[in-house]
T-cell receptor, first 111, second 116 residues
Framework: DAKTTQPNSMESNEEEPVHLPCNHS???????IHWYRQLPSQGPEYVIH???SNVNNRMASLAIAEDRKSSTLILHRATLRDAAVYYCILRDVGNNNDMRFGAGTRLTVKP | DTGVSQDPRHKITKRGQNVTFRCDPI?????LYWYRQTLGQGPEFLTYFQNEAQLEKSRLLSDRFSAERPKGSFSTLEIQRTEQGDSAMYLC??????????????FGPGTRLTVL
């Protein structure tokens, strides 16, 4: 399985943008890049996903490198409610089954 | 509430006892997943169902673990002869089957198991 590498932790100030990096140098052409986050004492929740082009939704933006070996989740204005563990996951287009989570990045948002 | 629900939210048991957890997915979702999460780690895939068929099981799912999804609706996860190493959060998720990209999985709040 293609693996992802993320920093263990990051800090941000409230109302500032946050860029969460993810390296996936062994990504295959059929792997989608998914991001989930897990708030304290809750199950993970979907944030965004993409294949090649940058993606935007109401929660975040996903910037994908041209060679697809890395990606960045962008929170445009961090709030205290964004403090969570963020997971970057690769999912093969032909495999809608399990998701392989790593340890993720723990984001701390300071007021 | 139309999200994924799990019951119980917490379970404390003694080593050697059997425990059973229940997951009620979002009603129109045909896929259901079980994960296990230990402290400081991301969730680990255990098994998944498409409707009532169990289509994949992780090597983490030892013979003491069994999951069912009768009639393709709710699912149960049973652990027999619990061990202290089974202490973890057990997460359930559901999704619709999609063709490309992987369907968004909706997670429940989890059942926290403590084995004494």
């Amino acid at each position: 399985d293609a693996k992802t590498t993320q920093p263990n932790s990051m800090e941000s100030n409230e109302e500032e943008p946050v860029h969460l990096p993810c390296n996936h140098s062994t990504i295959s052409g059929t792997d989608y890049i998914h991001w989930y986050r897990q708030l304290p004492s809750q199950g993970p929740e979907y944030v965004i996903h993409g294949l090649t082009s940058n993606v935007n939704n109401r929660m975040a933006s996903l910037a994908i490198a041209e060679d697809r070996k890395s990606s960045t989740l962008i929170l445009h204005r961090a709030t205290l409610r964004d403090a969570a563990v963020y997971y970057c996951i690769l999912r093969d287009v032909g495999n809608n089954n399990d998701m392989r989570f790593g340890a993720g990045t723990r984001l701390t948002v300071k007021p | 509430d139309t999200g994924v629900s799990q019951d119980p939210r917490h379970k404390i048991t003694k080593r050697g006892q059997n425990v059973t957890f229940r997951c009620d997915p979002i009603s129109e979702h045909n896929r259901l997943y079980w994960y296990r999460q230990t402290l400081g780690q991301g969730p680990e895939f255990l098994t998944y169902f498409q409707n009532e068929a169990q289509l994949e099981k992780s090597r983490l799912l030892s013979d003491r673990f069994s999951a069912e999804r009768p009639k393709g609706s709710f699912s149960t996860l049973e652990i027999q002869r619990t061990e202290q190493g089974d202490s973890a959060m057990y997460l359930c998720a559901s999704s619709l089957r999609v063709i490309a990209g992987g369907g968004e999985q909706f997670f429940g709040p989890g059942t926290r198991l403590t084995v004494l």
